[in-house]
Each structure stands twice: as C-alpha cells, then as structure tokens.
C-alpha cells in the first residue's frame, strides 16, 4: 500500500501556500490546517455579484463575470463540503442570495436551469462552456438536480421557489426513469437529489421508486476501471466514492485502492498533480488564461485527491 509521507505532504502544502487562489487556500486551510468556515465563505463572497448569484470565474474553465446556475452549483457544493449549510443554514447572506438568484428565473426555463449561458461565448472559456442548446438539452439534467436539491433541503417550504424546485424534482424523477442519458452531471446531481429527499422527509411527495438502484448501476458504468486511461479525462472512482461511507464502495474496494496507489505514484516532483484536460481548439486563442486557469485547477484539484488519501488512510502525515 502506497502512502504519502510527510516529507510530500509538506510539498503539497507549500505548493497550495504558494499558487492557490485566496478560495483554495482557505479551503485547504480548513481541512489540512484548523481554518474556519468563515474564512472560506469571506473568500466565497468575493465572487457573488449583486444579483445573488456568482460569477462563472470561480470555475476556472469560464472566464465570465455574468452569474450562471452552474456557479450555484459549485458555490452550493463547497458550502456543503464544509458543513456551512448544517451549522449556519440557510439565513446566511450568501445562502440568501443565491436562493434569491435562483428565483429571479433569469438562465432557466420550464424543465430547469440552463448549464452553458450566452454570454460564456464573450469571454476566455474552455470548449465545453460555449453556449449551446443541444448541450444544454442534455447537461440541464444534472445541474438542475443539484440545484433542486440546495433548494429542497434550504429554501421556504411555503416559497415560489421551493414549488418551482419541486416542480422540477418531479419532471427530473420521471425523465430519469424513461432515459440512459444522464449526461456528465447527471448521475450525480440526481443522486444528491435523491439524498436530500430522503434528508427532509420529503419521500412521500415524489416518485422515488428504484431510482436508487438505477443510479447505483449508472455510477458502475461511468466509472473508468482502466488505469491506463487516467492520465485523461476520464471518471475515476474518486469522483463515485471519496470515502468508505459511499454506497458505491462495496464492490468497488479493488479499484479504489488502485486509484489511490496511482495518485500518489503520480503526482510531480516537490508540488502537486496535473490536470487531465485542456481547452483544446480553445487553448491557443486563449493560451494565457488557460495557464492561469491550469494552475487554479491544479489548487482545487490537490484539495480533492488530499481529502480522498486522507479519507483512505494514504496520508501518513498527522493531517
């Protein structure tokens, strides 16, 4: 069983004291160094915009300052991965506005939220984040789920919001059933979905039925079981199972632990991991905000695999 020591564990908390954005270091602080919440949703704030909702720049792949629901998305998935949403709740500023933003109806339509917006196409933006409806038909699925879940699990029950979000839960549930595309996001927004259903005690007012299953056997599909293919971008086990808590852990033990000797086998030299993608026919266009975009990447991505070693007992630092 590969471990990272401390002498790596060091490097890697250099390298993140020494490149990551203001948000990754309060992230990594919070989870490797005894920082506070506060401090990552301060760093958080800088990117809401009046409206509630938040800049497409905190993905690093969108170089947007519009609000966009996919931005919600991984506002709402940090706040989660901190615990934030289970100590300060919804009465939060932060939590408000972006509720607020989601009801303003603004990138959304009768079946959901929008993934990709017009305005992406203005700006320095990975290929996957030009606008386009034909994607959208197909990756609103997923994003919408998450979305739903945030709503279900924090808004006002008696809100226009909620009864939207419930609206669309129901649309969701019923699609899922009668289709294999998912999408990228799909499983697992619907997932989360699921999980918030059953969090609230709001099973008895949807459609659940096997879905569980259906997505269990999804996430076994998705999941790349060839290690040779994970130097690109692909979906590795850690994406399904961060840690031995995850329903989809049994029976996947074997490839898990294959993942986890293979990251600490690859990271680089003194500093952390590569990223496994770029932006392509894109990338030469924008060859100077990619760079600075690969570099973000490789700070949020080093808090990812740290938490999944540390999860998995990798880490043989006192961390």
């Known amino acids: 069983m590969k471990t990272l020591d401390q002498k790596a564990y060091q ?28 401090e990552v949703v301060q760093a958080l704030a800088c990117y809401q915009n009046e409206d509630g909702g938040f800049s497409s720049t905190i993905e ?25 949403l289970d100590n300060e709740g919804a009465a939060h500023p932060v939590v408000q506005g972006i509720l607020r933003y989601l009801d303003s109806g603004v990138h959304s339509d009768e079946t959901g939220w929008h993934f990709s917006v017009p305005s992406n196409d203005l700006y320095a933006h990975a290929p996957w984040w030009s606008y386009s409806e034909e994607s959208n038909r197909v990756q609103d699925l997923g994003l919408t789920a998450t979305l739903c879940a945030f709503v279900l699990g924090y808004a006002d029950r008696d809100s226009a919001l909620f009864q939207k979000a419930a609206g669309y839960t129901k649309q969701i549930l019923e699609r899922v059933s009668d289709t294999e595309d998912l999408g990228e996001m799909g499983a697992g927004g619907v997932l989360a979905l699921l999980g918030e259903i059953m969090r609230t005690g ?7 039925g096997s879905l569980m299953e259906k997505m269990a056997a999804a996430v076994n599909q998705r999941i790349e079981r060839n290690p040779e293919k994970w ?24 490839i898990v632990e294959k993942e986890l000797d293979y990251l600490v086998e690859t990271r680089n030299p003194g500093g952390v991991w590569n990223i496994t993608w770029n932006w392509f026919n894109l990338g030469e266009k924008y060859a100077k905000e990619f760079a600075i975009s690969e570099n973000w990447w490789m700070g949020v991505k080093a808090i990812d695999i740290m938490l999944f070693l540390r999860n998995f007992g990798r880490i043989s630092a006192p961390v």
């Open 202 to 208: 709001l099973a008895d007012s949807f459609e659940c």
């Open 11 to 38: 490097e890697v908390r250099t390298w993140m004291h020494r490149n990551a954005r203001e948000l990754e270091l309060a992230l990594w602080k919070f989870h490797f160094e005894g920082g506070s919440r506060e």
């Open 231 to 254: 130097a690109g971008y692909t979906p590795r086990p850690s994406e399904f199972i961060p840690s031995t808590e995850s329903p989809f852990y049994k029976g996947n033990e074997e």
């Open 60 to 84: 690093p792949d969108i170089w947007n300052p519009e609000s966009a629901p996919y931005s919600a998305v991984v506002v709402t998935g940090i706040l989660r991965g901190i615990g934030f």
